[in-house]
């Protein structure tokens, strides 16, 4: 089983609608979480981190689920520019930096 | 923001030759770095970690004497990829950890795109 894992896509969207996607990981015993957004072959981008309570930065929401071991991401309104790979990463176990990333999910928001 | 680079960002090279990629941390220490490969779609691949001033680390599966890292300063990091072949053909990105800086945070380097003939 992958440590991260999400549904790869891609979603295909119209302009405006909600759209929402998933990450679950292996390791209970994760402390951090993020979700980063990857355009085309460019570097990854921090977009959230994700905190226990769920938070909100404008159009994007993010939520954790410690018993289930999933993160979602919620974009809301979608925009054109959103078309990008979404990638959910996790901060393995407390004492070290590393990231580990998951496979990505392509969103193509359409006119 | 804190910024980092990589030099080059594109390089083309014929197979048995070494290719050295630089990653600098442009306004900020960095205590760690960290190298990724990134495979057409594929997820980010943890390589290896980098600490300044002593030996990286690192991952499973990936060969330290083909893949040589060298951090000799808080501001630089360097991967070398020695007798390259074809299947070394990646998206290469590094990242950095500031000093002091906040537990979580690693800023990314635009990438480096490597295509081994």
């Known amino acids: 089983r992958k440590e991260v894992e999400q549904d790869p896509g891609p979603f295909n969207v119209p302009e405006g609608a909600t759209v929402a996607f998933n990450c679950t990981y292996s390791n209970s015993a994760s402390q951090s979480f993020f979700w980063y957004r990857q355009d085309c072959r460019k570097e990854p981008k921090l977009l959230m981190s994700v905190y226990s309570s769920g938070n909100e930065d404008g159009r994007f929401t993010a939520q954790l689920n410690r018993a289930s071991q999933y993160i979602s991401l919620l974009i809301r309104d979608s925009k054109l520019s959103d078309s990008a790979t979404y990638l959910c990463?996790?901060?393995?176990?407390?004492?070290?930096?590393?990231?580990?990333f998951g496979t990505g999910t392509r969103l193509k928001v359409l006119a | 923001g804190a910024v980092v680079s990589q030099h080059p960002s594109r390089v083309i090279c014929k197979s048995g030759t070494s290719v050295k990629i630089e990653c600098r941390s442009l306004d900020f220490q960095a205590t760690t770095m960290f190298w990724y490969r990134q495979f057409p779609k594929q997820s980010l691949m943890l390589m290896a970690t980098s600490n300044e001033g002593s030996k990286a680390t690192y991952e499973q599966g990936v060969e330290k004497d083909k893949f040589l890292i060298n951090h000799a300063s808080l501001t630089l990091s360097t991967l070398t990829v020695t007798s390259a072949h074809p299947e070394d053909s990646s998206f290469y990105i590094c990242?950095?950890?500031?000093?002091?800086?906040?537990?979580?945070?690693?800023?990314f380097g635009p990438g480096t795109r490597l295509t081994v003939l």
């Open positions: 990463v996790v901060k393995a176990t407390s004492g070290t930096y590393k990231y580990i």
């Open positions: 990242s950095a950890r500031e000093w002091g800086g906040s537990y979580n945070e690693q800023f």
